[in-house]
């Protein structure tokens, strides 16, 4: 069984630019987070989809965005990209929007932002 | 608004020796609470987690965490190190279902042989 996965595994981009980073979850889970991980911080929620619908936003601005798959996969893009964006993105997946089942975690994408 | 704290941002241990990993949580009531271990190049992996009962919790590799719910604390420990569990731990609440996990900023742990 496959746990969570994500692609691409690294990303360089330029100022200004948009990316897409995507995530498989687990099989089974139905819920997926995003969240981004600045170098020496722990990780800070950027938002949550279940049935294809952003249930829940962290404090992070518009130029963030998601979209949910009927298989439940993820993309998380970025526009307008900035510096500061550099970062580790993590993808998690539990099964369940209401559950409190743990949520397991991909490898991350590591975007670095030229 | 939960928030985490883990006061302490590097800790050397001497393999074989005891480890504790402090992390003080702040919540209206009783949180979910997790400890999760990052290693280089890999995932965020989950070593334990309490939700209700008994506030010493066991977790793998073994790691335990006892809850303190008149301190806001739930700390981590292991009675002997090893030199594999040098990595970046995570204390994390969730304040409620369906809820947005919040992370502490993380414990980085370097093993001394």
């Known amino acids: 069984d496959a746990g969570v996965t994500q692609s691409p595994t690294h990303l360089i981009k330029t100022r200004g630019q948009q990316v897409t980073l995507r995530c498989s979850p687990k099989s089974g889970h139905d819920t997926v987070s995003w969240y981004q991980q600045a170098l020496g911080q722990g990780p800070q929620f950027i938002f949550q989809?279940?049935?294809?619908?952003?249930?829940q936003r962290g404090n992070f601005p518009d130029r963030f965005s998601g979209h949910q798959f009927p298989n439940y996969s993820s993309e998380l893009n970025v526009n307008a990209l900035l510096l500061g964006d550099s970062a580790l993105y993590l993808c998690?997946?539990?099964?369940?929007?209401?559950?409190?089942?743990?949520?397991?975690f991909g490898p991350g994408t590591r975007l670095t932002v030229l | 608004a939960q928030s985490v704290t883990q006061p302490d941002i590097h800790i050397t241990v001497s393999e074989g020796a005891s480890l504790e990993l402090r992390c003080n949580y702040s919540y209206g009531a009783t949180p979910y609470l997790f400890w999760y271990v990052q290693s280089p190049g890999q995932g965020l992996q989950l070593l334990l987690k309490?939700?209700?009962?008994?506030?010493l919790v066991q977790g793998i590799k073994g790691f335990e965490a006892e809850f303190k719910r008149s301190q806001s604390s739930f700390n981590l420990r292991k009675p002997s190190v090893h030199w594999s569990d040098a990595a970046e731990y995570f204390c994390v609440v969730l304040g409620a279902a369906g809820n947005k996990l919040t992370f502490g900023g993380g414990t980085r742990v370097l093993v001394k042989p």
């Open positions: 998690a997946s539990r099964e369940g929007f209401t559950s409190t089942d743990t949520q397991y």
């Open positions: 989809y279940y049935e294809e619908e952003e249930r």
């Open positions: 309490y939700f209700s009962g008994d506030t």
